[in-house]
């Protein structure tokens, strides 16, 4: 639960952006958003988005965090998951990391959410394409140290960004598999369209 603080503090942000954010957001649209001025607004709307408030999203689409030009040579960040504590390191070049960077967290609520009912001490979990672990890292804090998830993921650059993230966090519960899953064994050429998305392979 967050503090009087924490909960002062986003009502001031929520005032600020209501009453400051579309109508420069627009204006940042229309020119790219690489000035100090529109960091600044970002970094604002991240702290407001962490707190999950209204219009949260619609201001960080407004911020152009969902326009891949705009983040090509973006940098690799880190920041703590809001859900589960654990520290997150964030390629924002890539476009769901991008968004769990903002948001602090992985972008699909309902999928979290049935997480942490339908896990519990000691159970196993099978995460069929890990990714980086952000789906992984929410199973690890709902099995604890006596459960097991079990994490697949083929792609090397994702495998390796999902192994720092077990080992910066001492996770002892995930297992990193550099595999993908079928219905036979077999060695097949895996495929990813581009940096955008890392997690878009494809075997063929």
């Not at 009502?11 to 954010?21: G, Q, S, T």
């Not at 199973?139 to 604890?144: D, P």
């Not at 140290?145 to 999902?162: I, K, Q, Y």
Request: overall charge positive.
């Amino acid at each position: 639960m967050p503090t009087r603080a924490e909960v002062a503090a986003s009502r001031a942000l929520r005032f600020l952006v209501d009453r400051f954010a579309s109508r420069y957001a627009r204006r940042a649209a229309d020119r790219g958003i690489h000035r100090r001025s529109d960091q600044c607004l970002r970094a604002l709307a991240r702290i407001y988005a962490r707190f999950e408030l209204p219009r949260s999203v619609e201001i960080l689409e407004a911020l152009r965090v969902n326009d891949p030009r705009q983040w090509v040579d973006a940098p690799t960040l880190e920041c703590r998951g809001c859900w589960h504590g654990y520290t997150l390191r964030l390629d924002l070049a890539d476009y769901f990391q991008r968004w769990a960077y903002f948001l602090s967290r992985y972008h699909e609520v309902p999928l979290q959410v049935l997480l942490r009912k339908a896990l519990h001490p000691g159970d196993v979990f099978v995460d069929g394409g890990a990714n980086i672990g952000l789906v992984a890292l929410v199973a690890a804090s709902r099995v604890g140290r006596s459960g097991r998830v079990l994490a697949f993921e083929p792609n090397p650059t994702a495998h390796e960004r999902l192994r720092w993230h077990v080992q910066r966090n001492r996770i002892v519960s995930i297992q990193p598999l550099p595999l993908g899953l079928s219905d036979s064994e077999e060695s097949l050429l895996l495929q990813v369209p581009g940096r955008d998305n890392i997690g878009a392979g494809t075997f063929c």
